[in-house]
């Protein structure tokens, strides 16, 4: 009995833990400074503030500014600015140009794959001015993504990716699968970033799988399911994976279209990641029996990247072994980076004034993390251009 009490308490007092967290980072939309906006749109602070008063735009004081428009705000705002201002258009798909779907995994726990996938998603989406259409997938039972962006999605009965794989819903009259799949993506505070969770009942997939595989056509084929019911809807979908080979992190590598393999710079994390790729052509195996047609591209991306000797000598040896795959810019270690992500955020969801420490660190970081997400940006355009 007292192991029960004790194991009860310690489910009530995380809940709680939890429940204070995510009540103290509330999330909003991210905020953009006059210097901020005008540097989006590219056009000078003076041309910025002619149009913000014709437009009759009611920029406000929030957080700390004195001038600030909501993400939002800013893509209403440039929607209307006259034709020859818009820099860029908002990107639309041709037929012939499929929707991307990235696969960051590793069986190597800890090498940043959900601080990427978020990172990345949150960048595609906000920092280019094409406004790429992004959706999120947790295939992760612990469901660390879903805490940057749909925190709230148990306490508000949202469906899961576990729960449309079990097909644990029914559908309401006239509903068809495609749209509930697509209504499960939940809006972000980023206008076109969307999510599809993971909740914590996700962790029993695995048992699932197991229990129903003769009853599947194809196991490894029931995410791809629901990509194929949004591919229309989203330009770029990025899938994060649990740290190991499970049938969902299967379900992720046949509904993915391209793979980013993160790894950190260190030989423990670069030995196991090689013994990972060793068992690979075992993984494709299946993958290609079940019926994939291959993928667009393969990507390592070094992450947790600190500048010493060291490690510039094991990038001179990644480099030597893997050149044709790694990206040549390392998702670099940085304290922003780390700050919000225990703020459950990325650097590209804070504006400056929230960031509480040295603005340069997050600025800096910023950077890094533009050109880490550039590089995808390329590859993904690269694909379109064939």
Request: overall charge negative; proline content about 3%; aromatic content about 10%.
């Amino acid at each position: 009995m007292k192991t029960t009490e004790e194991i009860n308490q310690l489910k009530e007092r995380a809940d709680q833990y939890i429940s204070n967290r995510n009540a103290f980072y509330q999330k909003d939309e991210r905020l953009y400074t006059r210097q901020e906006a005008a540097d989006y749109l590219k056009i000078s602070n003076k041309t910025l503030d002619v149009h913000v008063k014709a437009l009759g735009f009611d920029v406000k004081a929030r957080e700390g500014m004195q001038w600030s428009m909501s993400i939002s705000e800013l893509y209403d705002f440039e929607s209307k600015l006259p034709a020859n201002l818009r820099k860029h258009e908002k990107f639309e798909r041709q037929p012939g140009q499929k929707c991307q779907v990235i696969m960051m995994q590793n069986q190597k726990g800890g090498v940043g794959k959900t601080v990427t996938s978020a990172t990345v998603a949150s960048c595609l989406s906000a920092e280019f001015p094409e406004q790429l259409r992004v959706g999120l997938i947790d295939l992760d039972g612990q469901s660390t993504l879903s805490m940057y962006y749909a925190v709230n999605a148990h306490r508000d009965g949202e469906f899961s990716v576990g729960d449309i794989v079990r097909g644990n819903y029914e559908l309401d009259e006239g509903e068809t699968y495609d749209q509930l799949v697509k209504d499960a993506f939940l809006q972000t505070t980023i206008p076109n970033l969307r999510i599809l969770p993971a909740l914590q009942s996700d962790r029993s997939l695995e048992s699932w799988f197991h229990l129903n595989l003769s009853k599947l056509d194809n196991p490894y084929g029931q995410v791809k399911k629901i990509v194929d019911a949004v591919e229309d809807d989203f330009d770029v979908i990025i899938i994060d994976t649990p740290p190991s080979l499970s049938f969902m992190t299967y379900n992720g590598y046949f509904a993915a279209t391209s793979v980013v393999f993160p790894l950190a710079a260190n030989e423990n994390d670069i030995d196991a990641t090689c013994n990972y790729f060793a068992n690979l052509p075992d993984v494709w195996a299946l993958l290609e029996g079940a019926g994939h047609q291959g993928y667009d591209f393969m990507r390592l991306l070094v992450t947790n990247y600190r500048q010493t000797t060291s490690n510039t000598a094991l990038m001179n040896q990644l480099t030597r072994t893997f050149s044709e795959w790694l990206y040549s810019t390392q998702f670099k270690h940085s304290e922003a980076v780390q700050l919000c992500t225990s703020m459950m955020s990325t650097v590209f969801d804070l504006t400056a004034s929230e960031y509480p420490k040295t603005k340069k660190t997050l600025s800096d970081a910023r950077v890094n993390a533009y050109e880490v997400a550039s590089q995808v940006y390329r590859d993904v355009y690269n694909v379109w251009d064939k």
